[in-house]
C-alpha cells in the first residue's frame, strides 16, 4: 500500500470511529441474553491445574495463579439487600437505616462487568522458563486451571506483535463478542472496551501488590497476537496485552502472521472493529499511574456496588477526593480528568438510570470521568479510541478500589443522558463514557472461589 493510499484509509477509519462516538442512541436492550461463566469453545491439548492463591506466593506460578485469579477468577459475593414494604423509609438508626435486610448470595467477579456478562477472558502466554509448559493457555475461571491451546513458544511472534522486548509470561485480554452483544447490539464495542479496562486495572494492582512489574501494551498488531491464540473463526478478539516480569530482546518471527478478519455476532459495529485494528506495532498512546489502595486485597474483596438507602452520616466531599483523583491520575495524561458531583445535583441526579435500572439518589455522589475521545482520535488516529476506551476502564476500576478502601460502594453505570449531563456541567462533546455513582455499599464482602 503506498503512502497515499495508507493517507486515505487512516482518514476513512479515523471518520468511521468518530461518526460512532457521535452515536450516543442508548441500546434498545434484547432479550436474547445468557451469562457465560467460563470460554466456550474447542478443548485444548493439555489442562494444567494452578496452585490455589495465597497471601505471600514466592514462585511465579504461584504469583501467575493469584494474579489470574483475581483478575477473572469466580468470586462468592454476598449482597445485604432490603425488603419488606418500608423498605425507604428511614427507622432513625444509624447506617443502613433499613426495616428489614437479608443476605443474598451469588457468584460473579471481582471486578464490573455490563450487564454482568463477564465477556473478557484471560491468556497466558508462556516461554517455558517460570515451569509453565511452552505455549499459549486460556485461563478456567471455574476450575481455577490452564487449557494448553498450542506447544509453540510464543515469543518470537509476540516480539514481532509488540515490536520490541518481550517477558517470559505475558497475559493477553480478549473478549468474546457475543456475551454482550445478543442485548445490547452497537453499543456492546463499547462496554467490551470498559470490561476490558476494568480486569487490567485489577492486574496491574494485583502485580504491583507482588512486586512484579507488569506493562500494559495497547498499540500491538491484532493479526499478530490472535494468530498466537490460534482463535481462527471464533468470535473472540484482543483488545489488551500485558507483559509481566522482566524483558529480554527475542528475535521476531520473519514471517508475518495471515489478515484475520474476525467474525463478529449480529449487530456488532464490524467497521468500528477494523478501523480500529493495527497492521504494525505503534508508539504507545499511555495512561497515567494507578492509584494503590491502602490495602489492595482488601479492597479486591470489598468492591462493591451502592446500595439505594440513606448515607449516615454523610461523607464530605474531602472524604470523596482521593475518589475522584483515583480518575485524575490515569486520565491526565491522556488530557482527562474526574469530575465528582456533589448528591442529588440536577445536573446529573436527573440524567442517571434507564428504565430497568433503580437507581435511589440519596447517594454520596457521581464521580464522572472526563475525556475527550474524539479530539484523541483526530490526533492520534482510530486506535487511539481503543487506548482511550479501556483508560476510562482503568480509572472506574482504580476508583473503585480506592472507595471501597473508604468503606463506599460504586457502580459505572453506562444508561445516562451523556449529551444532557455533557451539557450541564459544560463539558465538550462526547467527552464521557459511563458514570459512577458512589453510595453504602450494596455487599458485605466477597471471596475467591478456587476451586469450586
Known amino acids: ?7 486515505t484509509a487512516t482518514d476513512a477509519d479515523r471518520d468511521t470511529v468518530l461518526a460512532y462516538l457521535a452515536d450516543r442512541e442508548l441500546p ?10 467460563t470460554r466456550a469453545g474447542r478443548p485444548g491439548v493439555a489442562e494444567h491445574a494452578l496452585p490455589r492463591p495465597g497471601h505471600g506466593p514466592d514462585g511465579p506460578v504461584d504469583r501467575i495463579s493469584r494474579m489470574l485469579a483475581t483478575g477473572n477468577g469466580l468470586a462468592r459475593h454476598r449482597f445485604l439487600t432490603v425488603s419488606g414494604a418500608r423498605a425507604f423509609l428511614p427507622t432513625g438508626a444509624p447506617g443502613w437505616g433499613f426495616d428489614e435486610q437479608h443476605v443474598m ?27 509453565l509448559p511452552v505455549g499459549a493457555h486460556r485461563y478456567n475461571p471455574v476450575h481455577h486451571g490452564l487449557t494448553q491451546v498450542t506447544t509453540e513458544d510464543p515469543r518470537p511472534r509476540l516480539a514481532r506483535a509488540l515490536g520490541g522486548a518481550v517477558s517470559d509470561l505475558t497475559i493477553v485480554l480478549t473478549t468474546r463478542l457475543e456475551r454482550t452483544t445478543g442485548r445490547y447490539g452497537k453499543f456492546a464495542h463499547r462496554l467490551h472496551l470498559l470490561d476490558t479496562g476494568h480486569t487490567l486495572a485489577q492486574l496491574l494492582i494485583a502485580g504491583r501488590s507482588l512486586d512484579w512489574e507488569c506493562t500494559p501494551r495497547l498499540a500491538f498488531v491484532d493479526d499478530e497476537i490472535e494468530h498466537i491464540l490460534d482463535l481462527g473463526d471464533e468470535t473472540e478478539i484482543a483488545f489488551a496485552v500485558v507483559t509481566v516480569g522482566p524483558t529480554s530482546t527475542v528475535t521476531p518471527a520473519s514471517d508475518p502472521a495471515p489478515v484475520r478478519i474476525p467474525p463478529v455476532p449480529d449487530r456488532y459495529p464490524q467497521d468500528v472493529l477494523r478501523a480500529a485494528r493495527r497492521s504494525e506495532p505503534g508508539p504507545e498512546l499511555e495512561f497515567g499511574e494507578i492509584t494503590m489502595p491502602r490495602d ?42 474526574g469530575r465528582l458531583v456533589p448528591p442529588k445535583d440536577p445536573r446529573v441526579a436527573t440524567r442517571i438510570g434507564a428504565p430497568g435500572h433503580r437507581l435511589n439518589l440519596s447517594l454520596a455522589g457521581v464521580v464522572v470521568p472526563v475525556l475527550e475521545l474524539p479530539e484523541l482520535v483526530r490526533k492520534h488516529g482510530p486506535g487511539a479510541f481503543r487506548v482511550g476506551a479501556v483508560a476510562v476502564g482503568v480509572s472506574l476500576q482504580a476508583a473503585a478500589l480506592v472507595a471501597a478502601d473508604r468503606g463506599f460502594g460504586t457502580f459505572p453505570l453506562c444508561a445516562y443522558d451523556g449529551p444532557g449531563i455533557e451539557a450541564n456541567l459544560e463539558l465538550p462533546e462526547a467527552s464521557t463514557m459511563c458514570v459512577a455513582p458512589i453510595g453504602v455499599a450494596a455487599h458485605v464482602g466477597a471471596s475467591l472461589e478456587v476451586p469450586l
Not at 448470595?105 to 515451569?131: C, F, I, K, M, Q
Open 105 to 131: 448470595t451469588t457468584l460473579l467477579r471481582l471486578v464490573a462487568s455490563g450487564g454482568a456478562a463477564y465477556p473478557v477472558d484471560l491468556w497466558l502466554l508462556s516461554g517455558g522458563e517460570s515451569g
Open 28 to 37: 434498545q436492550v434484547s432479550g436474547a441474553y445468557q451469562l457465560y461463566p
Open 296 to 337: 489492595p486485597d482488601r479492597a479486591m474483596q470489598r468492591r462493591r456496588s451502592p446500595v439505594g438507602g440513606f448515607v449516615a452520616p454523610p461523607p464530605s466531599a474531602e472524604d470523596l477526593a482521593p475518589v475522584a483523583e483515583a480518575v485524575d491520575s490515569v486520565l491526565g495524561p491522556l488530557g482527562g480528568h
Open 1 to 7: 500500500m503506498s503512502t497515499a493510499e495508507r493517507t
